[in-house]
C-alpha cells in the first residue's frame, strides 16, 4: 500500500473540540480527488487531522500544504530507487544534500512543516532486492546527516516496514522476533540510529491481510474470546495489539525497547470482492476507530499501557485508478466532496460523532460515553449475569476500558478488593451501561450482563448510576 482528534479516551468515544495526533496517508492515485490547496485547506479548517503522509515529494502537494495548512506535520517519502546513490560512500552525502535542497528545502522556507522523511518503503520485503537492502541504512544516515548540514535538524528519519520484518510465529506476541538474517545484521544497527536520532520505527500493520471469517471480530476490534499469551498472562482480543506488541517483544529482544513506534499505514477497506465477508462501512469503522483509541486515545497496548503512537491511517480517499483487488482501491475514510465514509468524528464541525462501537449492535444509536462517568440517582445498574464464563467477563473488561476510566478496579482503587474477575466486571460493565445511556441493550454483553435495581456498591466501592 491504516490519530489533533480529542483530548482524553472519552472524548474519542463521544465528546469533540479537543486534540490528539492522528494522520493520514494522502495518495492521489485517481481521477476524481480534489486540488491539493483545497485538501490541505480542508484538513487544516475542518479536521482534527493533524498529520499527513505523502508518497513523494510533489512540489504541488507541499507548496499546497506550505500555504493552506503550515501546522500540519508532513512526512515526506523518498523513491526506493533512490537509495543506492544516496548510500554511496564517496558521493551518497553530496547526493543526499542535493535531493533535501532540490525537495523539501526551498518547500520548508515556505511554510511546509516536514517533520518526517521516509527512506523508501517496504524495503526489506514482500518483495526484496538486495541492492536496496544493502543501501537502506546507509542512505538513512546520509539523509539525516545531509538535513543537518542543509538547516533543517528537526527532520527526522526512518523507513516504513511491513510485518513480515518478524519471524513466522503462532501469533503470541511474547513469541515474536525479528527473522534471522534481518534481525542482528540489519534491523539492530537501524534501530541504533533510530535511537541515536530519536526517530521511530514504522511499520505497516494491516490485521486487514490476516484475517479470515473466524477472526474477523478479533480483527476489528468487536467483542471476541482473544488469544491468550501464557508467557505474559496478558489475553489479547484485538489483533493490532497484538500485531504491535510482537514488534515491540521483537525490539525489547535486541536490546532496543525504548525505541518510539510509528504505524505508518494500517486501514480497512469498505469494498472488496463479491461475496468477501468483513468488508463494508461499519467493519472499516470498527477498526479504525479501534486503532484510533489504541494508537492516540490513551489506552496504548497490553505490553504498552497508556503509550501513543505515531499513526497515519491508510488512506484520505479512495484511489479509483490503482491496480490490484477492488478494496486497493476502497480503502479511503473521505469522498472527493470531503464528506466521510463513515463516522470517525473527525471532522470539527458538523452531526459526526466520534468512533463508538457497542458491544451488542443495535438497530439505533446509544448516547456516547463519558471517561469518567459520576453518579446521577439513575436507580439502574448493569451487574454480571449468574453463571457467566470468567472469559467473557474478562474480554467484557478489556473491550469496556476502552471507554470508561477503569482505575477504580485497579490495585489500591476503591473497587480493587474483592479481586476477582466477577466483581471487577460488574464494576466495568456498569460504568459502561451508565457511560452509553442506560439502555438495556448496552448491559447486554453477549448475554453476560443483567440490569437490576438492587445498588451493588459496597463499602468505598461506589458505583455510578
Not at 177 to 183: A, L
Not at 389 to 415: E, H
Request: with cysteine.
Amino acid at each position: 500500500m491504516l490519530l489533533p482528534l480529542l483530548l482524553l479516551l472519552g472524548a474519542i468515544a463521544g465528546v469533540h473540540g479537543a486534540d490528539l495526533p492522528i494522520g493520514v496517508n494522502y495518495g492521489a492515485n485517481a481521477d476524481n480527488l480534489p486540488t491539493p490547496a483545497a485538501v490541505a485547506s480542508f484538513l487544516a479548517t475542518k479536521t482534527t487531522i493533524n498529520r499527513v503522509k505523502l508518497f513523494d515529494a510533489n512540489p504541488a502537494f507541499l507548496s499546497a500544504f506550505a500555504a493552506n495548512a503550515p501546522a500540519i506535520s508532513l512526512a515526506v517519502s523518498l523513491p526506493n530507487s533512490v537509495l543506492p546513490a544516496l548510500a554511496d560512500k564517496a558521493t551518497g552525502l553530496d547526493a543526499a544534500r542535493g535531493w533535501v535542497r532540490d525537495n523539501l528545502a526551498a518547500q520548508v522556507a515556505a511554510g511546509a512543516n516536514v517533520t518526517l522523511l521516509l527512506a523508501g518503503n517496504e524495503i526489506l520485503g514482500p518483495t526484496i532486492d538486495p541492492n536496496l537492502v544493502v543501501a537502506l541504512l546507509p542512505a538513512m544516515r546520509r539523509l539525516a546527516q545531509a538535513l543537518k548540514l542543509e538547516g533543517l535538524p528537526r527532520v527526522r528519519v526512518t523507513t516504513p516496514h511491513y510485518l513480515g520484518i518478524l519471524a513466522p510465529s503462532d501469533g503470541i506476541p511474547s513469541n515474536a522476533r525479528f527473522r534471522p538474517g534481518f534481525d542482528n545484521k540489519i534491523l539492530a544497527p537501524m534501530l541504533r540510529f533510530l535511537r541515536d536520532t530519536a526517530s521511530p520505527l514504522m511499520v505497516n500493520a494491516y490485521p486487514y491481510f490476516s484475517y479470515n471469517a473466524q477472526t474477523l471480530d478479533y480483527a476489528i476490534f468487536r467483542p471476541n474470546r482473544g488469544i491468550y499469551d501464557p508467557a505474559t498472562k496478558l489475553n489479547y482480543t484485538s489483533m493490532f495489539d497484538a500485531q504491535m506488541d510482537a514488534i515491540y517483544t521483537a525490539m525489547k529482544k535486541l536490546g532496543f525497547a525504548d525505541v518510539e513506534i510509528a504505524v505508518g499505514e494500517a486501514g480497512w477497506p469498505t469494498k472488496a470482492e463479491s461475496g468477501q465477508v468483513g468488508v463494508g462501512p461499519e467493519e472499516a469503522r470498527d477498526f479504525n476507530a479501534g486503532m484510533i483509541r489504541v494508537c492516540s486515545g490513551g489506552k496504548g497496548t497490553p505490553l504498552m499501557p497508556g503509550k501513543t503512537f505515531e499513526t497515519y491511517i491508510f488512506s484520505l480517499f479512495d484511489e479509483n485508478q490503482k491496480p490490484g483487488p477492488i478494496a486497493e482501491r476502497n480503502f479511503g475514510i473521505f469522498n472527493p466532496d470531503f464528506t466521510p465514509k463513515y463516522d470517525l468524528g473527525l471532522l470539527r464541525q458538523g452531526s459526526s460523532g466520534a468512533p463508538n462501537p457497542s458491544p451488542n449492535p443495535s438497530p439505533k444509536p446509544s448516547p456516547n460515553p463519558s471517561t469518567n462517568p459520576s453518579p446521577s440517582g439513575g436507580g439502574k445498574w448493569c451487574v454480571v449475569k449468574a453463571g457467566a464464563n470468567a472469559t467473557d467477563l474478562q474480554n467484557n473488561i478489556n473491550y469496556a476500558c476502552g471507554y470508561i476510566d477503569c482505575k477504580p478496579i485497579q490495585s489500591g482503587g476503591a473497587c480493587f478488593d474483592p479481586n476477582n474477575v466477577q466483581s471487577h466486571a460488574s464494576y466495568v460493565m456498569n460504568a459502561y451501561y451508565q457511560a452509553k445511556g442506560r439502555h438495556d441493550y448496552d448491559c447486554d454483553f453477549k448475554g453476560t450482563g443483567v440490569v437490576t435495581s438492587n445498588n451493588p456498591s459496597y463499602g468505598s466501592c461506589k458505583y455510578v448510576s
